[in-house]
């Protein structure tokens, strides 16, 4: 079992900047590839961005690439998320989730069997 947590998350004025954190706990951090969705009000969860297991393959979706960078650091067991240019279609619920390695990174929600609670972000016009 895997354990994760979020955290960061906030207010912003639009074209601000967050960075969102994730601990997992439970398996070897190293051994997992991690990834960050997001939910907007009536909206369908939807992928934002994918690490795999050592850091050699990310994926971003096209609405945050060069505004969103992932990082993750396995001595510390965490992933990072940081934001920057907020526009307020960002805001969303944010959620970490956890998935069995693999080279490349999966977009589906499906693919990812660990999941934080999910962490607000606010984007003010």
């Known amino acids: 079992q895997v354990q994760v947590v979020e955290s960061g998350g906030g207010l912003v004025q639009a074209g601000g900047s967050l960075r969102l954190s994730c601990a997992a706990s439970?398996?070897?951090?190293?051994?997992?590839?991690m990834a960050w969705f997001r939910q907007a009000p009536g909206k369908e969860r939807e992928f934002v961005v994918g690490?795999?297991?050592?850091?050699?393959?990310?994926d971003y979706t096209d609405s945050v690439k060069g505004r969103f960078t992932i990082s993750r650091d396995n001595a510390k067991n965490m992933v990072y998320l940081a934001m920057s240019s907020l526009k307020p279609e960002d805001t969303a619920v944010y959620y970490c989730?956890?998935?069995?390695?693999?080279?490349?990174?999966?977009?589906?929600?499906?693919?990812?069997?660990?999941w934080g609670q999910g962490t607000q972000v606010t984007v003010s016009s």
């Open positions: 690490l795999n297991w050592n850091g050699a393959r990310s």
């Open positions: 439970g398996r070897t951090f190293s051994n997992l590839n």
């Open positions: 989730a956890a998935a069995t390695p693999s080279y490349t990174v999966s977009r589906g929600a499906g693919a990812y069997d660990y």
